[in-house]
């Protein structure tokens, strides 16, 4: 069912020659396979406990000198700071010292855009997994015959119309699973761009058109294709949230369940509300379903192993053995969902402010607003 897919720019020149610089489309390539390199984050300590590289090691800036013994000479070193001043200056300073290093061009600023996919194949459709690396957000394109549905695309709407055109398909329809908290949604500029209609759940507040989605309704993907997404209502996340069932064989659980936990049921609030109603979502929906339904979420962790090409991904079956929160009754599940209470992710009343449509943004303002990891997983 799962394969690569090999989307996406090669590998690029070698860091371990030193003094240059390393594009984050070219990092993305390297990490998880033999060739990942020593990823050294310069910033200081509180930049990095914040938002950080998946596998990074903090060295700050000032303290380099001093610990330069830690730097694996064995290996491709690549330095990392917020735009890159920083990373420039210190492999300018390994240069000297004899220590070949290159540095991320744009630092994290750039690592919070850069994008590589993944496809699952199941024979009658395909579903290409577009992942955002640097936010841990997962969107889908799903496609069969000549029609695709996107799920939870970002504000880089070009690049899902680029993963329909190179198959084929046409983007018919666009869904967000639910109202997002911590990145500003696409979908809205992408059903415009596409032509396409655009399906929401109107148990959370929107205040534009959309057509509203309904539990238990089914589409089609291409009037020749009997493969259809039938959706239905997973409230705990948020009261709209949704998972859209692909043929199925596979979910798309956007932030009501991962691979390394589930959706936090405290963003508004009514914790102890929301968890109940999350834990019924789990049990009630979900986990009926049969053990072999891949689940395919919106996001993901800093723990998730993202090997280029491999989707994040995980069977029900799988997720049952290493979740302990889906073995629990329903007053623990609620009673640890409430002392897991965190403060919302950071602009979060801005962000939902946009993606209900109360005002808009412009790219730059966006991306300000973005940047960090997603806080949406209890």
Excluded at 288 to 293: G, I, Q, R, S, T
């Amino acid at each position: 069912m799962v394969s690569s897919d090999s989307e996406g720019r090669g590998p690029g020149p070698d860091p371990r020659r030193g003094g240059g610089e390393i594009t984050a489309d070219e990092l993305v390539g390297r990490l998880g396979t033999d060739r990942a390199p020593m990823v050294v984050d310069v910033r200081e300590p509180a930049e990095f406990v914040e938002w950080s590289i998946a596998g990074a090691r903090n060295i700050p800036m000032s303290e380099l000198g001093e610990r330069i013994a830690e730097l694996d000479h064995d290996r491709e070193v690549v330095v990392v700071c917020a735009k890159g001043a920083r990373s420039r200056a210190v492999v300018d300073a390994l240069g000297a010292a004899g220590v070949a290093a290159s540095g991320l061009l744009g630092g994290m600023e750039a690592w919070a855009s850069v994008y590589d996919t993944a496809l699952v194949d199941l024979e009658l459709a395909e579903i290409v997994q577009v992942r955002r690396r640097g936010k841990g957000c997962l969107s889908y394109v799903v496609g069969a015959g000549e029609e695709a549905f996107v799920v939870d695309p970002s504000l880089d709407t070009g690049r899902y119309l680029d993963v329909a055109a190179r198959r084929g398909w046409h983007v018919t329809r666009v869904f967000d699973t639910h109202l997002h908290a911590d990145h500003v949604s696409g979908a809205r500029a992408l059903a415009a761009e596409a032509g396409a209609s655009l399906h929401l759940n109107p148990a959370d507040s929107f205040e534009f058109p959309f057509e509203p989605m309904v539990d238990g309704q089914w589409f089609e993907l291409g009037p020749n294709v009997h493969f259809g997404v039938t959706i239905f209502g997973t409230p705990g996340h948020t009261k709209g949230s949704t998972v859209l069932e692909v043929g199925g064989r596979a979910i798309l659980t956007g932030d009501t369940l991962f691979v390394d936990g589930v959706g936090r049921p405290d963003l508004a609030e009514r914790v102890e509300e929301f968890a109940h109603d999350l834990y019924r979502s789990l049990h009630a929906k979900l986990l009926a379903l049969p053990e072999d339904v891949l689940v395919l979420p919106a996001h993901y962790g800093d723990k998730v192993d993202v090997p280029p090409g491999a989707p994040v991904a995980a069977s029900l079956a799988t997720l049952r053995r290493s979740l302990e929160q889906l073995d629990w009754d329903e007053p623990t599940f609620v009673a640890w969902a409430a002392s897991r209470a965190t403060p919302r992710p950071p602009n979060y009343a801005e962000i939902i402010s946009v993606n209900m449509g109360r005002h808009s943004l412009s790219a730059e303002e966006s991306l300000r607003l973005e940047l960090g990891p997603n806080r949406c997983a209890a």
